[in-house]
Each structure stands twice: as C-alpha cells, then as structure tokens.
C-alpha cells in the first residue's frame, strides 16, 4: 500500500494566524517554530499510523509556503517528503498518481470565505459555482482523477465539515473549535495527535469502501480570492473549462503569477523553464 500525506499548516492543534516573515522578533521566530514543531508532530502521526496499517510507502508533501515547514529529520525515517519551492500546478501534488492506494489530508484550512474559520482562503468555483472547493477538497478531486481515495482528513470544525460532505465515509479528526478567523479552541497537541494516528488508522482500512471525490467532466473553474483574503473576492485567473478537474486546475495554475517559472527568487536563482 502506498500512501500520499497531504500537508498544510493552517488546519494544526494551535495555529491561528498567518506567520509574519518580515518580523524580526524573537517572539515571532520562536512561535514560528512551535507551528512547525506542532505540523511535524501530526504529520508524524499520520505516517506512523500509515505503517502500523500496512503501507510499504509514505510519502509526504510539505505544501505550506516555503515547503520547508515541516522538521524532516523528527519524521519516522521509513517515509519519504516532498519540498522545496513553487508548488503549483502540476508540481502541487508532486508524486500523486493511479500507483497511489490513498490519500489523506493533515493540517487543512477552510475555503476563502467560510464564516469563523481560522484563516480561511482559496475558494475554488467549479461549474460556476454549482460546487465550491477548498483547497482540501481540489486536492481530493484532484486525487480522484486518478482513482485515488481521500481516506482521512484534519483540520478545524469548518473545513472537515466541508470536505466530510463531499467524501461520505471519510474519516476526520477536528482539532480545533475556530472561535474566529483569528481565534480557535485547539486540542492540546498530543491528544490531537492521537486523534489523527486513529483517524488514519480507520480511514486506511476502510480505504475499499470510500470513493474517491470524481468531479465528472466538462469541467469549468476559477479561483476566487483577494489579496487580504476577505471578500470581496474576484477572480485570480480567467475562468477554464476542461475535460477534467485536473486539467482546468493546471490550466488556471499556468496563467497565476507564483507559477511563473522565471520568477527571480531573494537568492538570486532563477527558476529554469523545463
Ligand atoms: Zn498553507
């Protein structure tokens, strides 16, 4: 069995707002790292519950800005992990194919404009909004392009909701309450960790009976969002439509600016087209 862990840092025990790159503070450094020690230690119960359910391969996508936030060398050393920079388009789930038996989701956040969610953003319109999506719920359909069922999900109250809709029999770990965009009722870590080594553990070997998330074709799509994240929204690309859910992802990820694979970086290095 292989298993994709899907990974964003927003939906853990204990974050509440957005990290502030450009303050110096130590106070800023210091919580910046207690995040990515909590997003470690969740991704970890993830991969181990993975194992103890008999998968040969784990492999994990540390998808949160950067791409290097999760602490790679505290990982069970039997997976895998996916980093580094411009994760987009085709490059988001970076690995994922049919060859994958299941997917699971740790850390997710709610989709722009979701009332009292913390830090909800992305909001992704599909068939001109007869379903929106999260970024939690594309990376499940994208998933399900390839036959690959989303087994497990965690995050706060909102975005497992969202995506427990849309995948019946999905198993969630909510750990934590949002109280606000800015404010949430978090599990203490270890107990949230316990509730995601559980939740993967069912999830996986329930996998036969989940469906994988299937958005049938011709699909029409648009990413809605603004640059503080509050509505109003507009559009950030032109609206596509494609055969599949997949494509018109990578075609609306193509015309975004952060895919631009010429984008000079702070270091210096220029990414190559290739
Ligand atoms: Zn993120």
């Known amino acids: 069995m292989r298993v994709y862990v899907q990974t964003d840092i927003e939906g853990i025990a204990g974050f509440c707002f957005f990290e502030n790159r450009r303050n110096p ?19 970890n119960a993830a991969v181990k519950a993975a194992f103890d359910s008999g998968a040969d391969e784990v492999i994990v996508n540390d998808n949160h800005g950067s791409g290097y936030n999760i602490i790679f060398e505290e990982l069970d050393p039997r997976c895998r992990i996916i980093h580094g920079r411009n994760f987009s388009g085709p490059e988001w789930l970076n690995l994922l194919d049919a060859s994958i038996d299941a997917m699971v989701l740790v850390g ?3 989709m722009g404009g979701t009332p ?11 068939n001109d909004g007869a ?6 719920s594309m ?35 909510v750990v934590k309450q949002a109280l606000s965009p800015y404010m949430a009722c978090s599990l203490i870590p270890s107990r949230a960790c316990e509730l995601i080594a559980e939740g993967v553990r069912r999830g996986l070997a329930n996998r036969a009976n989940i469906a994988p998330y299937r958005i049938t074709g011709p699909v ?54 290739f």
Not at 116 to 126: D, E, M, N, Q
Not at 131 to 136: D, H, K, L, N
Not at 142 to 157: E, K, M, N, Q, W
Not at 229 to 258: G, L, R, Y
């Open 25 to 43: 503070s130590a106070e800023n450094w210091s919580h910046r790292q207690r995040m990515y020690r909590l997003l470690t230690a969740e991704v």
């Open 108 to 110: 997710m956040h709610a």
């Open 116 to 126: 009292c969610a913390i830090t909800p953003h992305s909001l992704w319109k599909v």
């Open 131 to 136: 379903i929106y999506m999260s970024e939690a």
């Open 139 to 173: 990376a499940a359909a994208l998933a399900g392009d390839y036959g690959v069922p989303t087994v497990f999900i965690s995050g706060d109250d909102k975005v497992t909701a969202e995506v427990a809709e849309k995948i019946p029999g999905i198993e969630v770990a």
């Open 220 to 273: 029409t799509l648009t990413l809605l969002d603004s640059a503080d994240h509050c509505e109003p929204f507009t559009e950030q690309c032109e609206k596509v439509t494609c055969d599949t859910i997949t494509d018109a992802f990578n075609t609306c990820e193509e015309s975004m600016a952060w895919c631009s694979r010429n984008t000079k970086l702070p270091d210096g290095f220029v990414f190559p087209k």
